[in-house]
């Protein structure tokens, strides 16, 4: 079993930063061992959202292309919100989720998967790219993304970091760069 098996790069888009009161509206999956993307656009209210949030991550904008069947995963419906957190936690289970800042994405995926009456079961160690990044590469904090980055060869404009399967994207690329990086002899 190589590396990538145990991994899974891992984003989410949610209303806000707070998990007792903000929830995910899009998450995106990439499979490590296949490289198979999987994006879900989930229903939600937007009682709680946070107005920064919604702009951050171009809700109202991306909320037109899910509206006129142009949305690149699966529109998610309340009637099949189930089967998605049974997707989700099938795809996670035993695996090392790998992202930008995964204990937040752990806290917004664990906290949908209890409201389908599910647990997850994704490995307790997480993999957080800026991290490997800054220890290969020897920066201190404070970090920046974009430069931590260019730093391994990854060019952050190639990737559209307001929809979480360009942030898995970029995620996935940046951690193999690392690896890349760290193999060669």
Same mark, same amino acid.
């Given at each position: 079993? &190589?590396?990538?098996?145990?991994?899974v790069f891992v984003d989410? =888009?949610? %209303?806000?930063? !707070?998990?007792?009161?903000?929830?995910?509206?899009?998450?995106? /999956?990439?499979?490590?061992? %296949?490289?198979?993307?999987?994006?879900?656009?989930?229903?939600?209210?937007?009682?709680?959202?946070?107005?920064?949030?919604? @702009?951050?991550?171009?809700?109202?904008?991306?909320?037109?292309?899910?509206?006129? &069947?142009?949305?690149?995963?699966? $529109?998610?419906?309340?009637?099949?919100? +189930?089967?998605?957190?049974? !997707? /989700?936690? $099938?795809? %996670?289970?035993? =695996?090392?989720? $790998?992202?930008? @800042?995964?204990?937040?994405?752990?806290?917004?995926?664990?906290?949908?998967?209890?409201?389908? @009456?599910?647990?997850?079961?994704?490995?307790?160690?997480?993999?957080?790219?800026?991290?490997?990044?800054?220890?290969n590469k020897k920066i201190?904090?404070?970090?920046? +993304?974009?430069?931590?980055?260019?730093?391994? &060869?990854?060019?952050? +404009?190639?990737?559209? =970091?307001?929809?979480?399967? &360009?942030?898995? @994207?970029? $995620? =996935?690329?940046?951690?193999?760069?690392?690896?890349? +990086?760290?193999?060669? %002899?």
């Amino acid at each position: 079993m &190589g590396i990538s098996d145990m991994v899974v790069f891992v984003d989410t =888009k949610t %209303t806000g930063t !707070d998990h007792a009161y903000h929830k995910l509206f899009e998450v995106a /999956i990439i499979d490590g061992a %296949t490289g198979i993307p999987k994006l879900w656009w989930l229903p939600i209210d937007l009682n709680d959202a946070s107005p920064a949030a919604l @702009r951050l991550n171009l809700y109202y904008q991306r909320l037109q292309q899910v509206q006129s &069947g142009k949305y690149p995963g699966q $529109v998610v419906t309340d009637e099949t919100i +189930s089967d998605v957190a049974e !997707d /989700i936690a $099938v795809r %996670t289970a035993g =695996k090392m989720i $790998v992202g930008s @800042r995964p204990w937040f994405d752990a806290q917004m995926l664990a906290d949908f998967l209890r409201e389908q @009456r599910l647990r997850p079961a994704w490995h307790y160690h997480f993999v957080c790219v800026e991290n490997l990044i800054a220890g290969n590469k020897k920066i201190p904090p404070p970090w920046n +993304s974009n430069d931590l980055s260019r730093a391994i &060869g990854v060019d952050p +404009s190639q990737f559209n =970091k307001n929809t979480a399967g &360009g942030c898995a @994207r970029w $995620v =996935k690329a940046q951690y193999e760069a690392v690896y890349a +990086s760290t193999n060669t %002899t």
